[in-house]
Every structure is written in structure tokens, then in C-alpha cells.
């Protein structure tokens, strides 16, 4: 495991935050964010080299990843990203579209002008993150823009398991931009904000569906699991200027 092998730069230890909190979302980030693919097994001694760290906290993130459902003990002791079948993944899009779709509907109410303002800088910002590209920045700036809607809600109780099924997610999320050129064709995120606008929430909830399906469905798809077995997932083009310009904005 090389240190290149996650980036770790947007990830300071803050102020106050203990060793064992940090490693914890360090790692929760690099999985999240697609950094670490299915198969992958991680080393406590490793990820204890690239954060400069003892084993003990590393070990307990390590733990606390795997109760969430982000990683898999093996029956050998290793520590393993795990692998999911299309089936599997099918059932844990569904269920990202039913709470997506709640915490939407949900939030509607108090999306605030300033809210929405929120909304459209951070679609901005992942739109910029596509013109270089920036793989973590597309997907996390993804995450942030949904998180944003669904937390205008002042009590956001279904967050924690939306954030986890992206957790579960996380290992996918590179092979989900490796064809978006084909599958993500108009941006569903200017729909949300535009039913947002209107206040219409059955806009919302369409625009919510089809911004999972669009962006995440296909990774099901048997041929684009098998590229990820063959380890071929550092090598999946990433869509770039050219997909923005083409992108339809409605």
C-alpha cells in the first residue's frame, strides 16, 4: 500500500479531535469518496504509515468501518473492502431512492433562499471538479450537494442511513463516472433546484429518482463488475470538459 495510494490532503486533523476520531473518517472519506475498490484488503500497519499514526486508533476506525457495513472480516483475520453482486447493489440503490426521496419531500419546506443559493454554489463546484477531473471532488461535492438539501430539514433523522448505504456504496462510486457520458445526460441537479423553486414536490421526488438512477444504475451492469475484478478500476476514463459542455441543462 503506497502512500500515494489514498489522498488524505483535504483531511487535517482538527483542533481538539482525537487520534481515533480522525483515522475514523480519514478512512470513512477514502471509502466514500471511491479511493479504496472492491477486494481491497487494508493493513493496520499501512494505513497506520500513510497517517503517521500507531495501530491502536487505526485498528478501532478499522472496526468501527466494518459494523457500518463499509468493510467485511474475513474468517483469516484480513480486512477486506468487500465484493457486491449486482444484486446486491441493485437492492442498496432502491433503498438510497426511497430515502433519498423521503428526505427530500421531507426537506421541501424549509429550503430557504439562502438554501437554495447553497445548492446551486456547491453544483457549481462540482461542476468544476468535472473539468479537471477530479474524481473525489465529483463525488463528495455529489454527496455534499444532496446532504445540503436533505439537512434544510431541521431534523434530519433518515441522514445516518442515507450516509451509510453511501458508505456501502463508496468502493463504486469511480465505476459509476466511468460511463456517465453515456447514462447522465442532462443534469438532474438544476431539476431538484428548479422543483425546489416551484415548490413541487412531486418534481422533487422525479428529479431525486432519476439523479440516482442516471448517475448510479448502471453500475450493476455484470461487464463494469468484472472490470473492477480485473483491476482495471484505476483506469476507467473520467468524463471532463467536453461531457459539461454536452451535459443538458434544463
Known sequence: MSKN?????????VTGETAQ???????????????????????????AEMLNVSAMPVREALRRLTSEG?????????????????ASLAELLELRILLEV???????PYVTPDKLRELNQLNDEQNRAFEDPQPEGIIIGNQAFHRALY???????S?????????????????????????YVTDRHVEIMQAIE???????KAAIEADIRDGAGYMTQTELLERYTRAEAGNLALPGKEY???LVKK
Do not use: C
Open 5 to 13: 495510494d489514498i489522498n488524505f490532503d483535504k483531511l487535517a486533523r
Open 21 to 47: 476520531e480522525w483515522v475514523y473518517r480519514a478512512l470513512r472519506f477514502a471509502v466514500m469518496s471511491g479511493q479504496v475498490q472492491p477486494g481491497r484488503a487494508l493493513t493496520i500497519r499501512g494505513i
Open 70 to 86: 463499509a468493510l467485511e472480516l474475513k474468517s483469516n483475520r484480513r480486512i477486506m473492502v468487500p465484493d457486491l453482486s449486482p
Open 102 to 108: 423521503h428526505a427530500a419531500e421531507r426537506a421541501l
Open 151 to 157: 439537512t434544510a430539514h431541521p431534523h434530519p433523522v
Open 159 to 183: 441522514m445516518p442511513m442515507i450516509e451509510r448505504i453511501w458508505l456501502q456504496l463508496g468502493p463504486l462510486h469511480r465505476l459509476a463516472l466511468a460511463n456517465l457520458e453515456t447514462h
Open 198 to 204: 416551484t415548490r413541487n414536490p412531486f418534481g422533487l
Open 244 to 246: 459539461m459542455k454536452r
